[in-house]
């Protein structure tokens, strides 16, 4: 297992021979608790990364999103975009992603970790360091864990990819994708549009 610092200049530091998952949850912790800020880790591909928050137009986009969202989200959940890790031990994941819809309650737990079942909607912004990971792998665990909703936005690729209908065998059955500056449904239990006019970078 590696550390990966994605800011220059590069640092790799190995942390033992192929860590479980449950350890490499308690080495993100120690790692997470000392870096400055700025900053966040994940486990992804089985290493902990570490990357630089992004880029000041990405929150233009996450503001939006969680906007257009909050008016449409299930009773007793929140439209958020601010840091936060969610454990998806059955396929030995941790992520943070960009913005997300939570059941509030779960959040009355001790620990850097929040129950990924208890989403309802993830969504990802597409950097240079993540874009495989956000466009492969964190499709098919989104949709095994059965997270009703992943939206992609890929800056990079100049697109939004809406994924539903989460299957346990094959990640998402399905999925909508437009060019962002179109409008794109988001299913349920959202039945809503979001607008992405002005998302361009």
């Not at 880790?41 to 969680?66: A, F, H």
């Not at 031990?89 to 059941?103: E, L, M, N, R, T």
């Not at 620990?111 to 909607?121: N, R, V």
């Amino acid at each position: 297992m590696a550390v990966m610092v994605e800011t220059p200049p590069p640092m790799l530091i190995v942390q033992g021979p192929n860590p479980d998952f449950e350890e490499l949850c308690r080495i993100l912790e120690k790692i997470d608790a000392d870096l400055p800020d700025g900053y966040r880790t994940e486990i992804i591909g089985g290493n902990v990364v570490v990357s630089p928050w992004s880029q000041c137009s990405y929150d233009y986009i996450l503001d939006s999103v969680i906007e257009q969202l909050s008016p449409h989200v299930p009773e007793g959940y929140r439209a958020r975009g601010y840091p936060r890790l969610f454990r998806f031990p059955s396929q030995s994941k941790a992520y943070g992603p960009d913005f997300y819809v939570i059941d509030w309650a779960a959040l009355k737990t001790k620990g850097i970790y929040a129950p990924g079942d208890a989403l309802s909607l993830v969504g990802e912004v597409t950097s240079r360091a993540t874009a495989h990971a956000d466009r492969q792998e964190k499709v098919e665990v989104y949709g095994k864990a059965g997270v009703p909703v992943y939206v992609l936005v890929d800056v990079l690729e100049g697109s939004v990819t809406v994924y539903s209908d989460p299957s346990p065998d094959r990640g998402y059955r399905a999925h909508t994708q437009v060019k962002i500056s179109d409008k794109v449904h988001v299913p349920a239990p959202f039945g809503c549009e979001l607008d992405t006019s002005g998302w361009e970078a």
